[in-house]
Nanobody, 119 residues
Framework: QVQLVESGGGLVQAGGSLRLSCAAS????????MAWFRQAPGKEREFVAR????????LYADSVKGRFTISRDNTKNSVYLQMNSLKPEDTAVYYC????????????WGQGTQVTVSS
């Protein structure tokens, strides 16, 4: 059974930093794409960042480029999202997701972790 478990969310002031973690288990993710999405109240879920287990190629949404960094630790089967210079508009539930190469949609999701940025 595939599990993605996020942690690291919380309340932070604008300009502060948080580091989210996603622990993956239940299968081998070696050729998967791993991503972070977020959903703010009343808004649709949006893509934040993506990384491939193999090679580590990354992609970021324009809204977080230069402030957020996605990384992975293959030995711990974990993916991270370092968030710096946080803004109130970054407030959302952040979700970890996984996609195998055969899919265009992310087919595994975590339960989410709340990030709240106060002004």
């Amino acid at each position: 059974q595939v599990q993605l478990v996020e942690s690291g969310g919380g309340l932070v002031q604008a300009g502060g930093s948080l580091r989210l973690s996603c622990a993956a288990s239940g299968r081998t993710f070696s050729n998967y794409a791993m991503a972070w999405f977020r959903q703010a109240p009343g808004k649709e879920r949006e893509f934040v960042a993506r990384i491939y287990w193999i090679g580590g190629t990354t992609l970021y949404a324009d809204s977080v480029k230069g402030r957020f960094t996605i990384s992975r630790d293959n030995t711990k089967n974990s993916v991270y999202l370092q968030m710096n210079s946080l803004k109130p508009e970054d407030t959302a539930v952040y979700y970890c997701a996984a996609r195998n190469p055969a899919n265009t949609q992310y087919n595994y999701w975590g339960q989410g972790t709340q990030v709240t940025v106060s002004s």
